[in-house]
């Protein structure tokens, strides 16, 4: 499975070209408005006779403190300054929860997947009735009992290796948690539920051991950063690259919610201050993330990787799967 990955690496190409080589691809939703990712599901199927998933934020209540959302502001002051943008307004909102998901059960692709948290029993209900497969991200033995009562068709198990945000139910929880190997032993003892492991893998030894270990399938995201079809911008592509980037950390300075990324300026100078706050922390930040990439600076921005990001290639699509099966 092609991860989804929010923000811009997702695009139709890489969802179809994902699928046209065997693999399954998917359409992330994460900040996209309704008529956009309507649009780009629209897009893939296109250019793709093969099964297309989508990706949906689970909206969840926030860990926001109106006061440390304040003072980061406060924090960030310099940051804006230095790329002569003003602060984004901070707020909550659900990422058009409803909306989306009218889409996907108006649209019919043949996977939705869930991350931050799950849907209603009663929304996982329709989703199934409509013939959509459904599947639960998880990255512990409690959230993944959550998941299968809720009434999901499959687990996808992510690892702390993962780059870009955990898809951790609570916004609150530390980044803690067990090796990949570790989770999805004590989750294939829990469930009989088809499982896919996730979070850190980028070579096909990595896909044997988590095949041997008893999943269905394997869900790479940073292998695919660099592929012709994603959408990662050049900055992005080029501090993958960039030797200066020698490791990547766990850090909410971006988003106000844990997610893994190479160790920058911006994640060493502000990451010890920033608060837990998704989203307000996501619209904060944007601008001077964005100004950022304009300039071609990797050191202000979020650049999600996993662990093994040194493994990722430019190539395309195709060729990244086929190395990998």
């Not at 990547?248 to 844990?258: D, E, K, L, P, W």
Request: glycine share 12%.
């Amino acid at each position: 499975m092609v991860a989804p990955m929010a923000g811009g690496p997702s695009t139709p190409e890489l969802a179809a070209a994902g699928s046209n080589a065997g693999a399954l691809g998917f359409v992330a939703a994460g900040y996209l408005s309704a008529e956009s990712l309507a649009e780009r599901l629209t897009a893939a199927r296109r250019l793709t006779a093969g099964p297309v998933g989508v990706n949906l934020f689970v909206p969840q209540p926030s860990a926001a403190l109106p006061a440390d959302i304040e003072r980061y502001a406060r924090d960030l002051s310099g940051e804006a300054q230095r790329y002569r943008v003003s602060l984004g307004e901070p707020r909550f909102d659900d990422d058009g929860w409803a909306a989306k998901l009218g889409v996907v059960l108006d649209l019919r692709p043949q996977v939705v997947s869930f991350t931050f948290g799950l849907p209603s029993p009663g929304e996982c209900a329709r989703l199934r009735a409509a013939g959509i497969t459904t599947v639960g991200t998880v990255t512990t033995v409690a959230e993944a009992g959550a998941a299968v009562s809720c009434g999901v068709d499959a687990l996808v198990v992510q690892g702390p290796a993962a780059g870009g945000h955990r898809g951790t139910f609570d916004p609150a929880a530390p980044p803690a948690g067990a090796p990949l190997h570790e989770l999805l032993r004590s989750v294939l003892t829990e469930t009989d539920l088809p499982v896919v492991a996730a979070g850190g893998l980028m070579t096909a030894e990595d896909i044997a051991t988590v095949r041997e270990a008893g999943v269905v399938a394997a869900q790479l995201g940073t292998a695919f950063l660099l592929a012709d079809e994603a959408g990662s911008t050049p900055v992005h592509r080029a501090a993958l690259r960039d030797p200066q980037f020698t490791e990547t950390v766990v850090t909410r300075a971006f988003s106000g919610r844990y997610a893994r990324g190479l160790r920058n300026r911006f994640i060493t100078e502000h990451d010890g201050q920033a608060p837990l706050g998704y989203p307000e922390v996501h619209y904060l930040t944007s601008p001077v993330r964005a100004a950022s990439v304009r300039s071609g600076d990797p050191q202000a921005t979020n650049v999600w990787a996993g662990t093994g990001f040194r493994a990722a290639r430019t190539a395309p699509a195709a060729d990244i799967i086929g190395a990998l099966v």
